[in-house]
């Protein structure tokens, strides 16, 4: 019914910057909040940014005046601008979508998930 596909995962240097997409196709009507999960090898998926229908935002602790999610409804789309990456930033990062079908259908859809490792 929903399908998301992430993009801009990667290999770089503590330092530096990435950008993840996440866009979403298929049987939508509206899309309330979008966010942004991470898991790191030997542990539990964390919350990393989130953004509400309304434009508001909040971040983890550890992402804090680094990390930036936007989104864009004319797309379905949304963002995770990462800068000063650190190697505790490694991990698998998924999007995570609430989505409100047409039929007033209410779900939760996660992306595949995009691999993001930061050397030392």
């Known amino acids: 019914q929903v399908q998301l596909v992430e993009s801009g995962g990667g290999l770089v240097q503590a330092g530096g910057s990435l950008r993840l997409s996440c866009a979403a196709s298929?049987?939508?009507?509206?899309?309330?909040?979008m966010a942004w999960h991470r898991q790191a090898p030997g542990k539990q998926r964390e919350l990393v940014a989130s953004?509400?229908?309304?434009?508001?935002?909040d971040y983890a602790d550890s992402v804090k005046g680094r990390f930036t999610i936007s989104r864009d409804n004319a797309k379905n789309a949304v963002y995770l601008q990462m800068n000063s990456l650190k190697p505790e930033d490694t991990g698998v990062y998924y999007c995570?979508?609430?989505?409100?079908?047409?039929?007033?259908?209410?779900?939760?859809?996660w992306g595949q998930g995009t691999q993001v490792t930061v050397s030392s």
């Open positions: 995570n979508l609430d989505v409100t079908m047409p039929w007033y259908e209410r779900s939760q859809y």
């Open positions: 298929g049987s939508i009507a509206s899309i309330n909040a």
């Open positions: 953004v509400t229908s309304g434009g508001r935002t």
